[in-house]
Nanobody, 124 residues
Framework: QVSLVESGGGLVQAGGSLRLSCAASGRTFSSHSMAWFRQAPGKEREFVAGIMYNGVDTYYADSVKGRFTISRDNAKNMMYLQMNSLKPEDTAIYYC?????????????????WGQGTQVTVSS
């Protein structure tokens, strides 16, 4: 069982940066692959970035590649999303998610554990 809590969202101007954090509880965190998803008003939840259980491999949506960086610290049960060069279209609620398995997936349905979300708003 894994419980997830996101933090770090807020209001930022276009071109700015934010760092999201995801705190996980549970002794099996290191055996879970993790990901960040986001959902804008009126849109479906979409994959943003994923990271393998040991942090070796990472995956990104084309829309954030080169601007966002996902990382994790298994010793601290933490996952992060560094977001740079933010754009108004990045505005959404950001969710962290976990799944049992070595590799991250881009599919919402493959994640069994979700946080409550944190709002990111980018003004133009």
């Amino acid at each position: 069982q894994v419980s997830l809590v996101e933090s770090g969202g807020g209001l930022v101007q276009a071109g700015g940066s934010l760092r999201l954090s995801c705190a996980a509880s549970g002794r099996t965190f290191s055996s879970h692959s993790m990901a960040w998803f986001r959902q804008a008003p009126g849109k479906e939840r979409e994959f943003v970035a994923g990271i393998m259980y040991n942090g070796v491999d990472t995956y990104y949506a084309d829309s954030v590649k080169g601007r966002f960086t996902i990382s994790r610290d298994n010793a601290k049960n933490m996952m992060y999303l560094q977001m740079n060069s933010l754009k108004p279209e990045d505005t959404a609620i950001y969710y962290c998610a976990a799944r049992i398995g070595w590799n991250a997936s881009r599919r919402v349905g493959e994640y069994g554990y979700w946080g409550q979300g944190t709002q990111v708003t980018v003004s133009s």
